[in-house]
């Protein structure tokens, strides 16, 4: 197929696609979904390997937000019946982490919910980063804790963070479709924010919220355009008890053709398959491996994954290795030069929208799978052990 001849070259060149040339991923068919994965995973192989960096979440913050975000369950007035604690302290959440390095983790994300961290909080999750490092030699901590103010991405620099996580989630046109209580500006500034204070940026996107194909373009040429180092991509889990509990919208071909588009348009981004893996992509979740190279080990936030070690067995079944704590994740241009999310030098070529059909031969509504969504009851902010 000459599309993904073209997409090939250019993700072996680092150089980006052209809107309709991503828009034509998510439009192919079912019949050439192999095809695709093929392409898109040469490209991933380039700059990747066969390596699969693992990640681990520790929620140190559970529910009880008052912001509005219509996909989280921790929401506010979300009837989702998740765990529901307040700040985990820093001998707590360190043994959490613990856990999933353990397991085979490199990086340790910790996440809060909420509009954004006081200065309080940001000394407590400093403590936090200071003990996690303290006892587990070498490892990554990522923080997630909302909208920055001022200061605060240095200050977290300063405690011994080497990332931080914000995500678009969607386009800008359609933000305000998600959440009203903070925009798509905020978002933005806070991933420029953790840049400039020398932090990794991690920003990615969640599918599956009724988007058309163009958002979906929209919102991954944008993080293009952010530049992060790394780029989680999630599938919607449809909580019970949140506004979009009734968007059961995608397939597992779907779901692929979603992660070969983000390896395309971010060749040489740490790509991470985020939450809503084992609910979507179900039992293909091991060909989505040739398309990203960073998953997430165990359980996530508030809802729970397949068991640790049925990750590790699926990436060594599929010929994947998990890569090591010594072994840097992104290639060597990227890894030098502190970002550059491809040649950022190519710029964004302008071009036209394409609607959001479905793709020929897909079902058009998928079931819904309730019955895979399993609300987080071990680990962190419980009495059982981890999910590593
Ligand atoms: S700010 Fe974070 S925790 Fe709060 S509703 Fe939005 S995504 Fe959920």
């Not at 490892?139 to 990332?163: F, H, N, T, W």
């Not at 008890?241 to 390896?263: D, F, H, S, Y």
């Amino acid at each position: 197929m000459d599309l993904l001849n073209t997409l090939v070259d250019k993700g072996l060149r680092r150089e980006l696609p052209t809107r309709e040339e991503a828009l034509a991923v998510l439009a192919t068919s079912d019949d050439d979904l192999l095809e695709v994965v093929a392409a898109a995973g040469k490209v991933r192989r380039q700059w990747f390997g066969r390596r699969v960096k693992l990640n681990y979440l520790v929620n140190l913050k559970s529910g009880l937000c008052p912001e509005d975000c219509s996909y989280c369950s921790q929401r506010l007035g979300s009837k989702a019946e998740i765990l529901k604690y307040t700040w985990l302290k820093p001998d707590e959440a360190s043994k959490a982490a613990a856990a999933g390095v353990a397991g085979g983790a490199k990086r340790v994300c910790l996440v809060a919910s909420g509009r954004g961290p006081t200065d309080r909080d940001v000394d407590r999750v400093s403590e936090t980063i200071e003990a996690i490092k303290e006892q587990n030699e070498g490892v990554e901590v990522c923080a997630c804790l909302g909208l920055l103010s001022d200061g605060q991405a240095d200050r977290l620099r300063s405690a011994g963070a080497d990332a931080y996580n914000h995500n678009l989630n969607t386009s800008e046109g359609t933000y305000g479709d998600i959440t009203t209580t903070h925009t798509y500006a905020d978002r933005v500034e806070t991933v420029h924010q953790a840049q400039a204070a020398g932090l990794s940026a991690c920003s990615g996107l969640i599918a599956g919220m009724g988007e058309s194909d163009a958002d979906l373009v929209d919102v991954v040429f944008s993080l293009r355009e952010l530049d992060p180092d790394s780029v989680p991509v999630n599938f919607l889990i449809p909580f019970e008890g949140t506004p979009l509990a009734k968007e059961w919208n995608l397939t597992p071909q779907r779901c692929l053709r979603i992660l070969a588009m983000v390896r395309f348009v971010c060749p040489d981004v740490e790509v991470r398959l985020a939450g809503g893996r084992e609910v979507h992509l179900r039992s293909m979740q091991p060909l989505a491996l040739n398309l990203v190279n960073s998953i997430f080990l165990g359980d996530y936030l508030t809802s729970e994954g397949q068991a640790g070690q049925a990750d590790l067995d699926m990436i060594a079944d599929a010929g994947f290795e998990v890569e090591g704590a010594g072994t840097t994740t992104l290639p060597a241009h990227r890894a030098e030069s502190g970002g550059g999310c491809g040649s950022h030098d190519g710029g964004c070529a302008p071009c036209g929208e394409a609607p959001g059909e479905a793709a020929p031969g897909s079902p058009e509504v998928p079931a819904a799978r309730t019955d895979l969504v399993a609300v987080r009851r071990r680990g962190a902010g419980t009495d059982l052990a981890p999910n590593a």
